[in-house]
């Protein structure tokens, strides 16, 4: 119940699930089971969740310089003396 209303678990074999889904994903079929999580190390733990972050991190960073393009575009004299 915890984790669904809160969307965090450290519940090892949950972890496992999450991982493995976001593995498989990344690689576009079944390549690893959640029972096999264990045989990798963190470093390739870490290549593949950064993966599965990198859309959102996309979207917010493009976010970001949209708003700070219209911020630009309001006010065209910001940061002129510098040029």
């Known amino acids: ?32 089971a959640p029972w096999e999580i264990e045989q990798l190390d963190e470093e390739w733990l870490d290549v593949f969740l950064g993966l599965s972050d990198l859309p959102i991190l996309r979207t917010n960073y493009q976010a970001f310089e949209n708003r700070l393009a219209e911020r630009r575009r309001n006010h065209p004299n910001y940061r002129k003396y510098l040029n």
């Open 1 to 32: 119940m915890a984790t669904a209303r809160s969307g965090k678990t450290g519940y090892k074999k949950i972890l496992h699930v999450s991982w493995a889904r976001a593995i498989n994903q990344q690689c576009g079929g079944a390549l690893i």
